[in-house]
Nanobody, 124 residues
Framework: QVQLVESGGGLVQAGGSLTLSCAASGHMFNNYAVAWFRQAPGKEREFVAANRWIGGTKEYADSVKGRFTISRNNAKKTVYLQLNSVKPEDTATYYC?????????????????WGQGTQVTVSS
């Protein structure tokens, strides 16, 4: 079993940058698919970015492609989400998720393990 803890959220001005971290505890993390999702007030949780361990495939939502980057450090059991050129519409609670045997890494229903979330607020 894996436990996930996000950190790094905060207040940032539009056009700025922020790095979110997701630290994992427990074994078997290194062969997990990992992903970031976000939920804005009054909206449903949506996919942001994901990284499959096997093959290293990365996927991004169209809304963040070219601005956000997902990466992982298996030695540190940590997943990162680098947010660049942020916009007010990026304001949300960001969640990391992980699991093995994920068929579609963009689908939140595929993940059993979730963090508690970290708030990102972008001011205009």
């Amino acid at each position: 079993q894996v436990q996930l803890v996000e950190s790094g959220g905060g207040l940032v001005q539009a056009g700025g940058s922020l790095t979110l971290s997701c630290a994992a505890s427990g074994h078997m993390f290194n062969n997990y698919a990992v992903a970031w999702f976000r939920q804005a007030p009054g909206k449903e949780r949506e996919f942001v970015a994901a990284n499959r361990w096997i093959g290293g495939t990365k996927e991004y939502a169209d809304s963040v492609k070219g601005r956000f980057t997902i990466s992982r450090n298996n030695a540190k059991k940590t997943v990162y989400l680098q947010l660049n050129s942020v916009k007010p519409e990026d304001t949300a609670t960001y969640y990391c998720a992980g699991d093995t045997f994920v068929a579609d890494i963009t689908k939140q229903d595929e993940y059993d393990y979730w963090g508690q979330g970290t708030q990102v607020t972008v001011s205009s």
